[in-house]
């Protein structure tokens, strides 16, 4: 329960009070829970199986000649991406 929320379930609280002053405070407590019932906090449950590929994947058909040119050219990038977190790393 958020701070806004606690506020305004004691603010009604206290109306209920003010109207029905000679009434115990577990059967206020009751109007109140009659009258604005609890949210359902369970929210939606992430299935963990999937079949194929996820979201970040993506899979892209290419012939032997681009798929060599695209893995040595990233090769050579990553290469020099640890290269350079290795001279941050050293240099912090």
């Known amino acids: 329960m958020t701070y806004a929320q606690a506020t305004n379930a ?3 609280i ?14 206020i407590l ?3 829970d009659a009258a ?3 949210p359902n906090n369970k929210g939606h ?9 996820s979201r970040k994947q993506t899979i892209v058909p290419t012939s032997d000649n681009i ?8 090769n050579a990038h990553i290469f020099q991406i640890n290269m350079l ?7 912090t």
């Open 36 to 38: 604005f019932p609890k």
């Open 30 to 32: 009751e109007i109140h």
């Open 45 to 53: 449950r992430i299935q963990h199986t999937t079949k194929g590929p």
């Open 85 to 91: 977190l290795k001279s941050i790393k050293s240099t």
């Open 14 to 27: 206290l109306k209920i009070k003010e109207v029905f002053p000679a009434l115990p405070n577990k059967k």
């Open 67 to 74: 798929k060599d040119t695209i893995m040595g050219e990233a």
């Open 10 to 12: 004691t603010a009604n």
